[in-house]
């Protein structure tokens, strides 16, 4: 059975074992993964889509009495496949703080306000040509105790499946220009300078609706079906 | 051609975003796999994850992705028709104060595999948590099941690590497995890349 995903691509991803993250110390394998073919139970994968989310559900300004504090903003992109095709019909799932770097969940304990308006979390689904809109707050840097001083660049957590198993990504979008950039190990895990820049997004000037918000763009790429098989022999 | 985005953890806080029971938006997933009137053998998957320091992991989240008690996957890459419409395949759930998680669904019939080859019954499995950077992959067999002898996958595996993917019954109550998840150390479970 010939490989219908690419597998040289994941070499932009960060390795298990990034020990500046202290968190990666005990909960990375130490043994080798074991390669396998791709069978039917990995070119499959579950499929979600527009019947499951409802439109309300990508503004994450609308989902209580009052509006957020905090600085509105578009987050908005495509899904795209490393073949440059786009992914129409994907669930995205985003989360993130609010504009103080706080989070509504039990575990944080921050000390900064957490704000009645915003839970921080939103879903949308691809279009057919795999453009997605958020309209959410800018998320706060907030600290962490993985080190001395350890503070969080300002971030939006983004998770999406693809058409398989195999195109599963959870991810995080950063913004242009923070200056926390070189001291955070999370964003530092991914070694190449340029794949970190690909979790930068770019502002979007253009898509900026004036009196009432910034936009950003952010297309995220995900692992594509070879675009020639390599044995046409088997294909 | 555009590069893939690299993956990030999903940190502490995921269940806001991903499994939102608890945070009052509308929840679209569910540990229960299968509704019950759905045709097969009706099990339940209960286990544990575990750190490298024998330490449980209480902020994890696990993705099931199944067939059918036919061995069929509800996409559009297999293509067969499925007894019941209801039936999606996929779970996800997080684990609790004390690592534990707990899928209710079918156990899978087999799927195809590579050459003409049958896989045994098994479930794939996707581990989330802080300090992953990026998900790990295994896959959940059945402790007993003959056709564990041939299956092509396993015979991938070292045999002395094959014990890790094995779901085990629990004698005292049927139809109840126990499958945990040791992500570091001598028992560490098996991970895969496809």
Known sequence: ????????????DPPYLSPDYVGTRTRSPKRPLIVIPQTLSEI????YGHGDVTPEAADLTRQHAGEPLGERIIVKGRVLDEGGRPVPNALVEIWQCNAA???RHAVDQHDAPLDPNFTGAGRCVTDAAGNYQFISIKPGAYPWRNH???WRPAHIHLSLFGPSFLTRLVTQMYFPGDPLFPFDPIFNSVPDPKARERMICRFDLTATRPEWALAYNFDIVLR???ATPLDPDHA | MPERTPSQTVGPYLHIGLTQGGYGAREIFAAVVADPGLSGTH????GRVWDGEGNIVPDAMLEIWQADDQGRYSHPADGRPLASNSFRGFGRCPTDKDGGFAFDTVKPGSVAGPGGSQQAPHINVGVFSRGLLKRLFTRIYFDGDPANATDPILALVPADR??????KADPAKP???RFDVRLQGADETVFFEA
């Open chain 1, 224 to 226: 594509g079906s070879r």
């Open chain 1, 44 to 47: 499959t994968g579950p499929v």
């Open chain 1, 101 to 103: 770097g706080r989070y």
């Open chain 2, 43 to 46: 099990i339940r998957i209960e």
């Open chain 2, 175 to 177: 139809g109840l497995f």
């Open chain 1, 1 to 12: 059975m010939n490989d219908v995903y690419s597998r040289a691509g994941g070499a932009a």
């Open chain 1, 148 to 150: 001395a001083n350890a």
């Open chain 2, 162 to 167: 094959r014990g890790t993917l094995l779901a």
